[in-house]
């Protein structure tokens, strides 16, 4: 994305909950990997959750 471009705002609650449920499948799968990255993992975890609230 260029500089000009500007990203939409989410909008819905339907939108924030898509993305928390992204962040989730990501540390869910990371969590399974053979050298887990913990700090990565709880950074996607605590973003999800916050995603959900604002949902």
Request: aromatic share 10%; glycine share 4%.
């Amino acid at each position: 994305m260029s500089g000009s471009e500007m990203r939409k705002p989410i909008e819905t609650p339907q939108e924030w909950f898509r993305l928390a449920d992204e962040n989730l499948l990501v540390a869910e799968q990371a969590l399974i990997a053979d050298m887990p990255v913990f700090h990565t993992i709880c950074f996607l975890a605590q973003s999800a959750a916050e995603k959900y609230l604002k949902g």
